[in-house]
C-alpha cells in the first residue's frame, strides 16, 4: 500500500473494532505481529485456490462464533458478574487530588474521548479516565448498552428513539439529550428495552 503499511492501518482502528482478518504477505517475519491483530490466517505469497478457501473459511468460522457468542453475551456476562458481583455500582473519577464517587444509577450516558470517557449525569459531565470498552466491561448491560462505538447509554433514561432515513435512530434521553443509536447495536438495545 502507498501511504500506510496494513498493520499501520490496524494500529489506526478504533480499540472496539474487530475486522475479521486475513494477512495475505511475501515475507513470514509479520506472522507474530497478524496473531496479535487476532488474525484468522496469514498467507504466504506464492498461495493456492485451496490455500486461500481454507483461509477464508477459518475467518467466516471465527464470525459465526462471534455472532453465537454475541447472541448470548449479555445475558452469560450478568450470570458471571451477579455470581462474582463483579458489576460496578459506582464510578470513581479522578480529578487532580479530588476523587468522585459517582453511582452507576445517576450515568445518563457514557461517550468516548479517546483514551478517556466523558461521563454524563443530569448535573455534570466528568472525564474519566478509561476506554469506553474497558468501561462497558465492568457495566451491568442490563442496564448500560452501547448504542455506537463512541455511546453507552443508560437504558432506564431513554425518553423514545427517532429513526432516519439511513436506518441509525437517535435515542432521546428524558432530559432531552440525545446519543446516536447505530445499526450495528440497533437490535441488542431493542431487546434490552422491549
Known sequence: MPAKTGFEVL???????????????AHDNYALEAYEHDA?????????????DKAFQKAVRQLNARREHSAFKPFTERVMHLATGAYKNRISIK?????????????LFIEASGDYVSVITQKKKYLHAES??????SLDPAVFARTHRSFIVNITFIKELSSHYNGDYTVVLQNGATV???????????????
Request: aromatic residues 12%; contains cysteine; glycine residues 2%.
Open 132 to 137: 469506553l470498552t474497558a468501561l462497558e466491561r
Open 95 to 107: 480529578d487532580g487530588a479530588k476523587i468522585t464517587v459517582v453511582p452507576c444509577d445517576e450515568v
Open 180 to 194: 446516536k443509536l447505530s445499526r450495528n447495536y440497533r437490535e441488542q438495545l431493542m431487546q434490552l428495552i422491549s
Open 11 to 25: 494500529r489506526s482502528l478504533p480499540a472496539d473494532y474487530y475486522p475479521y482478518l486475513v494477512i495475505v504477505s
Open 40 to 52: 484468522a490466517d496469514y498467507l504466504l505469497k506464492p498461495f493456492t485456490q485451496e490455500r486461500f
